[in-house]
């Protein structure tokens, strides 16, 4: 069994919260943080059983800032 990690993206919609995993673009909610990301996390799961990710070189996330009209 492999272990990654992966990014994820959580923001709030209406009363629930979202979890994104941009890497391999599972998606999944919950009432709470915790419920949101363990759905996602389980989802991930199944979904990498299915279609196995390449290997691939580490890629690191950053932000950047950026004035405009």
Do not use: H, N, W
């Not at 959580?10 to 999944?28: F, M, N, Q, R, S």
């Not at 915790?34 to 990710?53: N, R, S």
């Amino acid at each position: 069994m492999k272990t990654r990690s992966f990014t994820v993206i959580l923001y709030k919609e209406d009363d629930v919260y979202i979890a994104e995993c941009p890497e391999v673009g599972t998606v999944d909610q919950g009432e709470t943080i915790e419920q949101a990301i363990a759905g996602l996390k389980e989802a991930t799961q199944l979904y990498l059983e299915e279609f196995p990710l390449p290997e691939t070189s580490p890629r690191f996330v950053t932000s950047i800032e950026v004035s405009y009209a």
